[in-house]
């Protein structure tokens, strides 16, 4: 299993950044390689992704959420991997966004790409992608306040 863990600050309240990252369908507004989600119930999304020629369907589970905190999830199937997204106020408009992301690589190209740093260079500009996003509208485009244990 590999282990790779990125952070980005954004200047919103920690509520906005959280409400939007409850957004799973606007993912492939920031994260390149994610096609679509699908939020099939509060704790189920189905993902499309394209990485590198290769196109996965899979599902993903909800395990941990809690409102402005913390969103942990588990893959049901598909690739193997499971993560958690915290996020810290700093301050009245400053939020810090951790993503700890584990994952399986599978097959030879995986392992290679994640030898030499792909996945984390992906992450990282995911989430300053994700920083550009929120910050450029100013507010969410939704947000679900349930939690989940």
Known sequence: MSTKEETVEVAVPVRTAYDQWTQFETFPNFMSGVDSITQVDDKRNHWVTSIAGVTREFDTEIVDQVPDQR????????????????FD??????????????FEPEGFIEQAGDKIGVVDRQVKADLERFKEFIEGRGGETGAYRGEIH
Do not use: C, F
């Not at 942990?72 to 499971?82: C, E, I, L, M």
């Not at 009245?92 to 993503?99: A, L």
């Open 71 to 86: 969103i942990a999830w588990q893959s049901v199937d598909g690739p193997s991997h499971r993560g958690v997204v915290t």
């Open 89 to 102: 106020r700093l301050g009245e408009r400053q939020t810090k966004v951790t993503v700890v992301l584990d």
